[in-house]
T-cell receptor, first 112, second 110 residues
Framework: QKEVEQDPGPLSVPEGAIVSLNCTYS??????FMWYRQYSRKGPELLMY????GNKEDGRFTAQVDKSSKYISLFIRDSQPSDSATYLC????????????FGQGTRLTINP | NAGVTQTPKFRVLKTGQSMTLLCAQD?????MYWYRQDPGMGLRLIHY???????AKGEVPDGYNVSRLKKQNFLLGLESAAPSQTSVYFC?????????FGPGTRLTVT
């Protein structure tokens, strides 16, 4: 079983829809949780990160962490065609070399 | 401020050939990492470094070597390339849990 599980999709939604992306994990020691966006043939770019449990909002993006369920989510409101990309969740321990453990990534397409 | 750069962008090798991938960052970050990305596998850590002169193995280190002689550079070497090393390679540097990635190197081993 992988340490971080993410549904690879693909996920296709109409423009303007609310998108929900999710990951589950098995290591309860993870404390930092990240979401990366990766456009085709580009490097991943950090969207946002959260420490421990709770919510974090940045514009149309909201990240949620539920440590009791070992479940993290990324919500995209008013989705735009420019949001079409692969979204990767990642997480790491609070100590050490800050090595990230990634999910497989979810490929998202927003249809105009 | 270029961030993280990688050289080369593309490369085709024959089985058994060697090559070095170069990663450079201008953000004065201590931590640097090499990942490979394969379809359906996400990003997997090959090697990493927590400072100049230090290196350590990640999840999939076999067949690769690294060196960090200067703080701003992190080199990934393939001594004898194999078809299983066909992948996209990403370098990253990190500060305060924010990891920044380079544009990637697409490597094909035939």
């Amino acid at each position: 079983q992988k340490e971080v599980e993410q549904d690879p999709g693909p996920l296709s939604v109409p423009e303007g829809a609310i998108v929900s992306l999710n990951c589950t994990y098995s290591n309860s020691a993870f404390q930092y949780f990240m979401w990366y966006r990766q456009y085709s043939r580009k490097g991943p770019e950090l969207l946002m990160y959260t420490y421990s449990s709770g919510n974090k909002e940045d514009g149309r993006f909201t990240a949620q962490v539920d440590k009791s369920s070992k479940y993290i989510s990324l919500f995209i409101r008013d989705s735009q065609p420019s949001d079409s990309a692969t979204y990767l969740c990642a997480m790491t321990l609070i100590q050490g070399a800050q090595k990230l453990v990634f999910g497989q990534g979810t490929r998202l397409t927003i249809n105009p | 401020n270029a961030g993280v750069t990688q050289t080369p962008k593309f490369r085709v090798l024959k089985t058994g050939q060697s090559m070095t991938l170069l990663c450079a960052q201008d953000m004065n970050h201590e931590y640097m990492y090499w990942y490979r990305q394969d379809p359906g596998m996400g990003l997997r850590l090959i090697h990493y470094s927590v400072g100049e002169g230090t290196t350590a193995k990640g999840e999939v280190p076999d067949g690769y070597n690294v060196s960090r002689l200067k703080k701003q550079n992190f080199l990934l070497g393939l001594e004898s390339a194999a078809p299983s090393q066909t992948s996209v390679y990403f370098c990253a540097s990190n500060r305060d849990y924010e990891q920044y990635f380079g544009p990637g190197t697409r490597l094909t081993v035939t």
